[in-house]
């Protein structure tokens, strides 16, 4: 369990002063992947680096499964930074070693015997599948393969929590749902916690079961993936829900319906986790006998639930349309009236 | 050994050759230690650095630079008290190694101090998050990855020190290049100094040849 409270980190350059963490508290529980997304600069990365003290509030609590960190030195710090493992963006892998020489470093600093270390780096090379590159250098792997030499580096001392700075960030699509695949499987059969960092939404989909949205060094929304990005209350939230989610009504089909005149209401329908089992489109047209006509529907995995928006237009009498928008408040679907400009 | 290449003895040649090997050597092999020692004070202690240390990185490097523009001749005469405490006299190849070490060591420590700032920031970040001190640090992070990099440099500081030793002549260190003085210019022996001036290029040629291709070996990796 990893629980920061009210840290603040300014950095002194000669550019100026950047507050990096204003006021920033969150708490990771065992068992989570806990997501942090927000555009570089936001202050994610200052944030990830405080959860092994690499870098230092000025103020606040940072405490590691119940044990604070802040007032440790650095020797302090040593026990504790093996118990978390880190996983980087540029990898930071030794391009002088091999794939095994390198995997092998974190229990070799932990002066951990040479045969228990072979034994451990196979173990780990067949978990991530690459037990056929053992002995390769390091500078002939492709990315998404340096990438999983360096999560069996963090997993060496069998660490119970992953730190992973933009670990996806410099993968190309389809490697990095791999990559995804494999942090949940660690989280799963390894039982290890996550804290990623990243500005990729797809990540925040993908895998993680909580999300907090940063910005400008604070963190502007947190909670569960589903509450966050089913109803998000700030803008940039918004933005990044609209990444993965179309939720506004297309140019062309605006178009279409501005010029045939036949007014009505356009609604937005957001169905997340359980909704998704109700008949509410045809229950309306049964209930208040409005013409439903879904301009756009979009639908998209998340924290093993779905969250789907349905973009409706309602046609009929007012007193039907005001009818029809009871009932679905009524059945807990998040609603939104779309006004087209 | 009465034969006699451009009017030199063939035994003059060998010795010559000999101090010149003896004094480049020793004084490499010392000047390598002392500069790699000094440039991981220059890059532990620098801003940012692992053991930031703004005093020990402002006396390090100021040494450094002092020692660094005193023109070598200068700098033989100069420390010739040292080199008589540390050697008992200030004459001959081993008096001259003193003035070398001394003043290959900064030399090298700037080299090598590029070399080891090379060494990208994320893996001394990553040792640090995998608990790593900070010798481990420099022994298996920072010193190995650097390597390819630092053996360019001690090439690069191994043929300055060749250029040195030929004013180790100063102080009778003897050597290639004082047989070039010498014996070639100053007794109008034009033959013999295009003679030596010539082997220097081929050894510098096939030092750097050297250096080159020991820097690729453990940069690829084969």
Redesign the interface.
């Known amino acids: 369990m990893i629980e920061f409270s009210h840290l603040n980190k300014t950095f002194v350059s000669r550019a100026g002063k950047v507050e990096a963490l204003k006021d920033v508290s969150l708490t990771v529980e065992n068992g989570d992947i806990y997501g942090v997304i927000g555009f570089s600069g936001a202050g994610k990365s200052t944030l990830i680096r405080m959860a ?1 003290l ?1 870098e230092r509030p000025d103020s606040g609590s940072i405490k590691v499964d119940g044990v604070e960190l802040t007032g440790q030195t650095e ?1 302090q ?6 118990k ?3 996983v ?1 963006q ?1 990898f ?6 091999t794939v095994a020489q390198n995997i092998e ?2 229990m ?3 002066g951990i015997a040479s045969e228990q270390r072979a034994a451990r780096v196979k173990e780990l090379l067949q978990f991530v599948e690459l037990s056929d590159k053992a002995n390769t ?1 390091v ?1 002939r792997l492709s990315g998404g393969q340096k990438q999983r030499v360096g999560i069996a ?2 997993l060496a ?1 069998s660490p119970s929590i992953l ?1 992973c700075d933009e670990a996806t960030s410099a993968l190309d699509p389809q490697t990095t749902e791999s990559i995804l695949a494999l942090l949940k499987k660690i989280n799963r059969e390894l039982g290890v916690t996550i804290l990623l960092i990243t500005h990729q939404m797809q990540v925040v989909q993908r895998i993680c079961n909580k999300v907090a949205v940063m910005e400008n060094g604070r963190i502007v929304e947190q909670g569960t993936v589903l509450d966050v990005f089913g109803s998000p209350k700030q803008e940039i939230t918004r933005s990044f829900v609209r990444a993965i989610i179309q939720d506004e009504v297309p140019q062309s089909i605006q178009k279409i319906v501005k010029a045939d005149g036949k007014g009505g209401k356009i609604e937005k329908l957001k169905f997340v986790g359980n909704t998704v089992n109700e008949p509410v489109i045809a229950e309306i047209c049964q209930q208040s006998g409005v013409e439903v006509n879904i301009l756009c529907a979009s639908v998209q995995e998340m924290q093993d639930s779905v969250m789907c928006v349905f973009l409706l237009r309602l046609l009929g009498e007012e007193s039907a349309i005001a009818a029809a928008e009871a009932f679905i408040d009524k059945t807990g679907v998040l609603r939104e009236e779309v006004v087209l400009k | 050994m009465k034969q006699k290449i451009f009017g030199v003895t063939v035994a003059k040649l060998t010795a010559s050759f000999g101090q010149t090997i003896y004094m480049v050597g020793l004084s490499l092999f010392f000047g390598a230690i002392l500069g790699i020692l000094l440039a991981l004070v220059l890059v532990l202690c620098r801003k940012g650095g692992l053991k930031e240390n703004r005093i020990v990185y402002g006396i390090v490097s100021t040494f450094v630079n002092i020692v660094r523009s005193v023109p070598f001749v200068i700098l033989i005469v100069t420390i010739m008290p040292l080199t008589r405490a540390i050697m008992g006299t200030t004459i001959g190849s081993t008096a001259a190694l003193v003035p070398l070490i001394f003043y290959i060591s900064p030399y090298m420590a700037r080299l090598v101090e590029n070399s080891l700032l090379e060494v ?1 920031d ?2 001394i ?2 040792a ?6 900070t010798f ?1 640090t420099v022994w ?2 920072l010193l ?2 650097a ?2 990099s630092i053996v360019l440099a001690l090439t690069t500081g191994t043929i300055g020190l060749l250029g040195a030793s030929a004013m180790a002549g100063y102080v009778g260190g003897g050597g290639i290049g004082d047989l070039a003085l010498t014996y070639g210019y100053q007794k109008f022996n034009t033959p013999l100094m295009i003679f030596t001036v010539v082997i220097l290029i081929i050894v510098v040629q096939l030092l750097q040849a050297l250096g080159n291709g020991l820097s690729r070996c ?4 084969n």
Request: hydrophobic share 45%.
């Open positions: 092994n690499l020797a710090l040593i026990p504790v930074r093996r978390i493992g880190m980087f540029q930071n892998l030794l391009e002088s070693r470093i974190p070799k600093l932990a250098y500078s580096r963090a001392l730190l | 990208s994320g893996i970040e990553a640090r998050a995998m608990g790593a001190t481990q298996n992070f190995p990855e390597l390819g453990l940069r690829e990796h």
